[in-house]
């Protein structure tokens, strides 16, 4: 467990030396990538469709709170499909 921490505090170190510099030339670059990724495996061919939440309850709660849905239909990440309007009856 002291491998982990000690990698993960030295990751720390790192970002917090030069903070711009990892957030602009390392961080970013990086989630863009990943969003393009996860498009591409997704199947979703506008990657900037597609938002980087922490976690599933954060969707969720995103999703349930929508006030005005655009399409009737629409594609979680996992391939299931949700008819909005079946879903309010």
Known sequence: MSCVYDSAEKFRRYAERQPLRFIDRELFPFLVRRIRELSAFVG??????????????TGNISSLNLSCVRQHHFRVAHGHHINWQEANQ
């Open 44 to 57: 979703e061919n506008d990657p900037s469709n597609l938002v980087i939440l922490p976690n599933a309850t």
